[in-house]
């Protein structure tokens, strides 16, 4: 898909604390967003290297969930909104999917390739 941001992007407001975590780390609800989505960004544990294939599975807040089929996919590489100083340097670099597990659910993930050396996956929302 094309490089540029994701249409929903823009209803989602920033994250103040990141990974799904209040300030004093413990976990929080989800932020609902306009289209009826649940907002998480909270750090996944994958059984693949690459991209999400069928039968895969990830396990979120201690839960296994079998991917049954990858809905969608696109990369970004926008800058965040708080650098003042924009440049290539300081750029997100985020593969995303939209899958569908085997229980039913829709969700969309990505995984951050800001760090080289150890790319993280998250749970960026829950669409269904």
Same mark, same amino acid.
């Given at each position: 898909?094309?490089?540029?941001?994701?249409p929903?992007d823009?209803?989602?407001?920033?994250?103040?604390?990141?990974?799904?975590?209040?300030?004093?780390?413990?976990?929080?609800?989800?932020?609902?967003?306009?289209?009826?989505?649940?907002?998480?960004?909270?750090k996944?544990?994958?059984?693949?290297?690459?991209?999400?294939?069928?039968?895969?599975?990830?396990?979120?807040?201690?839960?296994? =969930?079998? /991917? +049954? $089929?990858?809905?969608?996919?696109?990369? %970004?590489?926008?800058?965040?909104? #708080?650098?003042?100083? &924009?440049?290539?340097?300081?750029?997100?670099?985020?593969?995303? =999917?939209? /899958? +569908? $597990?085997?229980?039913?659910?829709?969700? %969309?993930?990505?995984?951050?390739? #800001?760090?080289?050396? &150890?790319?993280?996956?998250?749970?960026?929302?829950?669409?269904?």
């Amino acid at each position: 898909m094309s490089g540029a941001s994701h249409p929903e992007d823009a209803s989602l407001g920033p994250d103040p604390y990141g990974e799904g975590q209040n300030r004093k780390g413990a976990s929080r609800p989800a932020w609902p967003t306009r289209e009826g989505a649940e907002f998480f960004c909270e750090k996944l544990k994958v059984s693949w290297q690459g991209a999400p294939q069928e039968g895969e599975t990830f396990t979120w807040r201690g839960k296994e =969930y079998e /991917i +049954r $089929t990858v809905l969608t996919s696109w990369r %970004e590489w926008r800058t965040p909104a #708080t650098v003042a100083h &924009k440049s290539w340097r300081t750029r997100r670099h985020r593969n995303f =999917y939209h /899958i +569908r $597990t085997h229980s039913g659910e829709t969700f %969309e993930i990505f995984l951050d390739r #800001t760090n080289k050396a &150890k790319p993280e996956w998250f749970l960026r929302k829950r669409l269904s």
